[in-house]
């Protein structure tokens, strides 16, 4: 694996959107494998899915949380040394 990427957290959510940006769909299939999350951006979507209420779209967001982005991007752990 040989990762090039850093995401942020609406690019993670983006296949999420009603409409979302078939440019930035493109770019994710195409650069699998070579993008990966800080533990910052898992924290968010970690704390978003937390504050929802139980709802349809709620299990749906964990079952993506979970299912794509957990098994798709390594998430890197991000403290001072990695800021700098």
């Known amino acids: 694996m040989n990762l090039k990427y850093l995401l942020d957290t609406n ?3 983006e ?3 009603p409409e979302p940006a078939t440019a930035i769909l493109r770019r994710l299939r195409r ?3 070579e993008t990966a999350i800080a533990s910052i951006v898992w924290h ?5 899915f ?6 349809r779209r709620r299990v749906a ?3 993506y949380l979970e299912e ?6 390594p ?10």
């Open 44 to 48: 968010e979507l970690q704390f978003g």
């Open 31 to 33: 650069h699998e494998g």
């Open 68 to 73: 794509v982005v957990a098994a798709s991007f």
């Open 15 to 17: 296949p999420l959107r």
């Open 75 to 84: 998430i890197l752990g991000y403290d001072r040394s990695a800021a700098e």
């Open 61 to 63: 967001i964990e079952r």
């Open 50 to 55: 937390e504050r929802l209420v139980e709802s």
């Open 11 to 13: 690019v993670v959510l």
